[in-house]
């Protein structure tokens, strides 16, 4: 059956059924920052330590000097301005750290700093004033740890694995109860972990305590200066027992893949993952896996994602919004100041599966089946007569309403959660769909009065199925007529991630910035901007992206003409515009991309100028480069203001970058001739798999890029 589809950048989570919505930034860090730490407490976030500049680890740059920062947290999720708090003992800072709030007071354990991993533990008390007290030393650790993992259950703190001091990766966990002057008692041992970890994370759900993900072995570099590469997807779970301790670890349902460095985040009864390092690049992912009422862990199912890649993040929750800040784009590199909220309101969705995936609507069949699933365990609260379809692709149809019988209340797909599964007449729905790929919306009522809905795409086809589960390509069109055109095979990730296409209003977040780029180029809007999900996916081939426009909303002075498709560069915070073509008589303009993100009709800025300059093909050849030959890479284009090259390893560190201007040269490679700049990389250049990014300018057109890798052997 087809599993639990995500609706664009939403969908139920945690205890009281919890929405997650649009990613928005706010007030970034002080500086740039990476393997710090972040709490909670009252209505701040509280940010310790981490590497500042360029080099981290490995030896230029250093640790930020022992500054704690805070910042209130606004009803809307905003943070307000970064204040200084109290600083932190360790006079070199901290990095790798742990930090955890429990009864008013923040408390920062282990970590590293120029004199190595650390035992220490610090307190401070959390002033009416928001600030810090005076920073007191606690019980030390019985290990010198750093990259470890650990959460707060009660009054209890838990410390788990880590690379200690002279050996690598332990795999000891360690448990404290805080006394009533807020200070530790002595550190108890507790069963060791399944393997020996560092980057991992820990979290804890009810009574339980769930092992998430890290690097099996070793420590953070291999004797070669690589990365680490043993990266584990293993989770595991272990009982809180009533003195403490903790009982035998037990498997889970795995992460999605291997992840270390990345953060983890319990709300309710759901578990976070964001970001971390898979041991070749750095990944902007977010998962996210539910408790079940008997404590085991749901299948993990990709949410959405983060504007970039990172790894050696921070994150917090005060249970109403989620905060990924910080961290580092290039493996213990490149720290980034960037701040990302994740909201969460209080809306009851429910997760609905349908099977089969692909209706054939010239099948005489009798029933599709949907499987019904609530957070929190309360599917038995719903009245399933109540139980029906009720849109198709957003459009109102007549309630097609679940068969009285059969149904059934129990877990259909193993993972812990109770869900009801009802049968629909598949003709009443045939009837009700067209060929494509269609959204159905189910709806229901509970017990107590309460409401809830779900919903969940299927392909319905007029031919043998077999020839359409090869497929992820098609036209999607929301309700007001947009459209995205995806090639076979481009959506890339989970098959059964569902795109979303939604206009913003005006109160969407980052408007006023928006509003100032526009400005700043001459342009005006036609229509509202829209955002297409999952935010920052990225495809192989080009979508068409189409919208519709309405004469009567073109500004004067503006030419119908000119229009074009516009994408938000959240980076530069400007205006981007793509190759576009104006459809006059059915008022359309249709624009070919590359990834997913904000984009808006605009004119004004007469856009159209240069329209013919494409980006062609782009290769490197010899490819692999062998022995000594250099790597050329060949860029089809015509005049350029600028040809900008980037050259990245697989762990996402940038290894070489080039710009060219002046004219290009006319090559002919066998398919005629052609425009064309050729770039060779003659430095000496290390065996291994490359990526390039090629970027290409003209005045009133683009960027224009195009993405690939090549190999060298030496």
């Known amino acids: ?68 920062y805070s910042a209130v947290i606004g009803p809307s999720g905003h943070l307000g301005a970064w204040e200084v708090a109290t600083a932190l003992p360790e006079f070199v800072g901290l990095g790798l750290h742990l930090s955890a709030a429990q009864q008013g007071t923040i408390y920062v354990m282990g970590g590293t700093n120029l004199f190595g991993p650390r035992n220490t533990v610090y307190y401070a008390s959390v002033q009416p004033d928001g600030s810090l007290g005076n920073w007191q030393s606690a019980t030390s650790l019985p290990k010198q740890l750093m990259a470890h993992a650990g959460t707060v259950h009660g009054n209890r703190i838990y410390v788990l694995g880590g690379i200690a001091n002279g050996v690598g990766a332990v795999d000891s966990v360690f448990w404290s109860e805080i006394q009533p002057d807020r200070s530790l008692g002595e550190w108890h041992s507790a069963p060791p972990l399944p393997a020996k970890l560092f980057g991992h994370q820990a979290v804890a759900v009810g009574s339980r305590l769930y092992l998430i993900g890290g690097t099996q072995g070793g420590s953070l570099f291999t004797g070669q200066g690589l990365p680490n590469g043993n990266v584990s997807a293993g989770v595991y779970r272990a009982s809180i027992l009533g003195d403490g301790s903790l009982g035998a670890w037990e498997a889970q349902s795995s992460l999605p893949l291997g992840l270390t460095l990345f953060r983890a985040q319990a709300v309710g009864s759901i578990i976070y993952s964001m970001g971390g390092f898979d041991g070749q690049r750095v990944w902007n992912g977010i998962y ?10 749901g299948v993990w199912n990709e949410l959405a994602a983060l504007p970039q890649g990172l790894l050696a993040l921070a994150s917090a929750s005060d249970g109403n919004f989620v905060y990924a800040l910080g961290g580092g784009t290039t493996y213990i590199d490149a720290p980034q100041k960037s701040v990302y909220v994740l909201p969460l309101s209080s809306e009851l969705l429910a997760a609905v599966d349908l099977d089969p995936d692909t209706l054939n609507l010239s099948s005489q069949g009798q029933w599709i089946t949907a499987t019904v699933e609530l957070p929190g365990g309360e599917a038995p609260q719903i009245l399933a007569d109540s139980i029906r379809f009720t849109s198709v692709n957003g459009q109102a149809i007549a309630p097609i309403w679940a068969e009285p019988k059969p149904r059934s209340l129990g877990d259909a797909n193993g993972n812990g959660i109770s869900d009801w599964m009802v049968k629909f007449d598949r003709t009443a729905v045939s009837a009700a769909v067209a060929e494509g790929e269609i959204t159905l919306r189910l709806e229901g009522s509970m017990a107590d009065g309460r409401t809830f809905s779900g919903e969940n795409a299927i392909h319905a086809i007029q031919k043998s199925p077999q020839a359409v589960r090869m497929h992820r390509g098609g036209i999607r069109k929301s309700p007001e007529g947009i459209e995205v055109e995806i090639p076979p095979k481009a959506f890339p990730g989970n098959p059964d991630l569902l795109l979303s296409i939604r206009r913003l209003d005006g109160q969407a977040p980052g408007q006023e910035a928006r509003q100032r780029a526009r400005a700043a180029k001459g342009l005006v809007a036609v229509a509202e901007a829209v955002e297409f999900g999952p935010h920052g996916a990225r495809f192989e081939e080009p979508l068409t ?40 008589v059915g008022h359309r303009v249709r624009a070919r991309a590359t990834h997913f993100s904000l984009f808006q009709v605009m004119g004004g800025a007469t856009p159209q100028a240069g329209s013919d300059f494409k980006l062609g093909e782009v290769y490197v050849y010899p490819n692999p480069a062998r022995g000594g030959a250099s790597p050329v890479l060949h860029i089809e284009v015509g005049a350029a203001d600028r040809v900008r090259i980037q050259i990245f390893t697989l762990s996402g560190q940038l290894a070489h970058e080039a710009s060219l201007t002046g004219a290009p040269s006319l090559l002919d490679d066998g398919q005629g001739p052609q425009e064309a700049y050729e770039y060779a990389w003659k430095e000496h250049v290390p065996s291994g798999v490359y990526l390039y990014v090629i970027e290409v300018s003209k005045s009133g057109v683009g960027p224009l890029r195009k993405t690939g890798k090549f190999a060298v052997v030496r």
């Open 1 to 68: 059956m087809r599993k639990m589809a995500m609706l664009g950048t939403l969908w139920w989570m945690a205890t009281g059924a919890v929405l997650w919505a649009e990613i928005f930034s706010t007030t970034p860090l002080p500086q740039a920052l990476l393997a710090h730490s972040a709490a909670v407490w009252g209505n701040r976030i509280y940010v310790a330590g981490g590497i500042s500049d360029v080099g981290g680890l490995k030896g230029q740059g250093g640790f930020i000097n022992n500054t704690y």
């Open 288 to 297: 996210f896996a539910s408790v079940g009422e008997d404590g085991t862990l």
């Open 545 to 584: 992206l189409s919208f519709p426009y309405d004469p009567a909303e073109i500004a004067s002075g503006v030419r119908e003409d000119t229009l074009a498709v516009y994408y938000w560069n959240e980076g530069g915070n400007l205006w981007e515009g793509l190759p576009s073509e104006v459809d006059t």
